[in-house]
């Protein structure tokens, strides 16, 4: 067992789903990095900071880097977003294609700091 799941097996019902659901996702597009904490938040690490994620009482963020988002803005338009975070309701489905591309995007920058 790792710290990632210790932090998952936090939460029950929905969001557990949610957080294996986005550690999936994570994992099948960045099969290179590796798992840590950081910030308190489980966190993928590939050449650096890949993304975060973490659950709070209404969504779960995600946490891409400034430069996950602002490629993506337009993508992103129906989602409450800042600089450096996405919430996604956990009443809605996660976007799987939005979120695998943005970690795709996410491992092609961080691969050329290699």
């Given at each position: 067992m790792n710290a990632i799941d210790g932090y998952i097996d936090q939460f029950t019902g929905d969001k557990r789903k949610k957080l294996e659901e986005i550690r999936a996702?994570?994992?099948?597009?960045a099969p290179e990095a590796s798992e840590k904490i950081s910030w308190n938040m489980p966190t993928f690490f590939l050449n650096?900071?890949?993304v975060h994620f973490a659950m709070n009482k209404a969504h779960l963020g995600f946490y891409p880097t400034p430069?996950?988002?602002?490629?993506?803005e337009k993508e992103l338009k129906d989602y409450?977003?800042?600089r450096?975070?996405?919430q996604f309701p956990l009443d809605k489905?996660?976007?799987k294609d939005l979120i695998?591309?943005?970690?795709q995007f996410?491992?092609?920058e961080n691969t050329k700091k290699k």
């Open positions: 996702l994570i994992r099948e597009n650096g900071n890949l430069s996950g988002i602002e490629h993506f409450r977003h800042s450096g975070a996405i489905p996660l976007p695998a591309a943005i970690v996410r491992v092609a």
